[in-house]
T-cell receptor, first 116, second 112 residues
Framework: AQKVTQAQTEISVVEKEDVTLDCVYE???????LFWYKQPPSGELVFLIR??????QNEISGRYSWNFQKSTSSFNFTITASQVVDSAVYFC?????????????FGAGTRLTVKP | IAGITQAPTSQILAAGRRMTLRCTQD?????MYWYRQDLGLGLRLIHY???????GKGEVPDGYSVSRANTDDFPLTLASAVPSQTSVYFC???????????FGEGSRLTVL
C-alpha cells in the first residue's frame, strides 16, 4: 500500500524566512512519482513539481527547491525567502507504476502561513 | 480554455436526497478522478476512470457512484446523501500515468 505522511500540520513564519515542508512516503514499487501541489486560500489546486524515483537530483525553481532522498523516503520542499503569497496549503502526493488505477495518494497537507 | 468545470460550486442538501456533482473537461484527457477533501485528511480518492467506458474504486468509494460515458464527462452521484459526505469535492483529469493532475475548482457539499 502507498502512503504519504506530512507530519507538519501547520507552519508559521515571518516573511523572508526560509521554510522546509517535510514529506515522507511509503511504497513497495521501484518505479514511482512524487508530486507537490499548492492550494492557496482561493481553493484551487496547483501542480508544482513531479519527480520520478530514478532521479534523485535536487531541483530548484526560483525560490523553490526540492530535496529527494530515497534512502530516507523523503521528498522535502524548501521555500527560500518566503513571501506572503506563499501562504497556502501544500500537498505532497505519490503515484506508483503498478497501480492499475493510476491512484495518486495525497498527504494530509501542511498549512503554511507567511506573516508580513 | 476552461480546463475542468465542476457544478454546482456549492450545495446544501438534506440527508437522504440524491445528488449528482458534474464534471466536464475539455483537455481530452484519458484519466479522470473524484477526490474529497476533508480537514486533516488531505485529498482522498473516491473513484477514478482510466478511459471512457471504464471506472474503478478508490480509497473511499462507499456511498458514491460514477459513470464515464464519454471522454469529457465524469459525474459523481450520491444515491442517498449522509452528513458524513459533507466535504469539498474535487474533480481532476490527467493525460495518463504519470502525468500531473489538473483540478477543477471544487464543489462544496453540505449534507444536513
Amino acid at each position: 500500500a502507498q502512503k504519504v505522511t506530512q507530519a507538519q500540520t501547520e507552519i508559521s513564519v515571518v516573511e523572508k524566512e526560509d521554510v522546509t515542508l517535510d514529506c515522507v512516503y511509503e511504497t513497495r514499487d521501484t518505479t514511482y512519482y512524487l508530486f507537490w501541489y499548492k492550494q492557496p486560500p482561493s481553493g484551487e489546486l496547483v501542480f508544482l513539481i513531479r519527480r520520478n524515483s530514478f532521479d534523485e537530483q535536487n531541483e530548484i525553481s526560483g525560490r523553490y527547491s526540492w530535496n529527494f532522498q530515497k534512502s530516507t523516503s523523503s521528498f522535502n520542499f524548501t521555500i527560500t525567502a518566503s513571501q506572503v503569497v506563499d501562504s497556502a496549503v501544500y500537498f505532497c502526493a505519490l503515484s506508483a507504476s503498478t497501480d492499475y488505477n493510476n491512484d495518486m495518494r495525497f498527504g494530509a497537507g501542511t498549512r503554511l502561513t507567511v506573516k508580513p | 480554455i476552461a480546463g475542468i468545470t465542476q457544478a454546482p460550486t456549492s450545495q446544501i442538501l438534506a440527508a437522504g436526497r440524491r445528488m449528482t456533482l458534474r464534471c466536464t473537461q475539455d483537455m481530452r484527457h484519458n484519466a479522470m478522478y473524484w477526490y474529497r477533501q476533508d480537514l486533516g485528511l488531505g485529498l482522498r480518492l473516491i473513484h477514478y476512470s482510466n478511459t471512457a467506458g471504464t471506472t474503478g474504486k478508490g480509497e473511499v468509494p462507499d456511498g458514491y457512484s460514477v459513470s464515464r460515458a464519454n471522454t469529457d464527462d465524469f459525474p459523481l452521484t450520491l444515491a442517498s446523501a449522509v452528513p458524513s459526505q459533507t466535504s469539498v469535492y474535487f474533480c481532476a483529469s490527467s493525460p495518463g500515468f504519470p502525468g500531473e493532475l489538473f483540478f477543477g475548482e471544487g464543489s462544496r457539499l453540505t449534507v444536513l
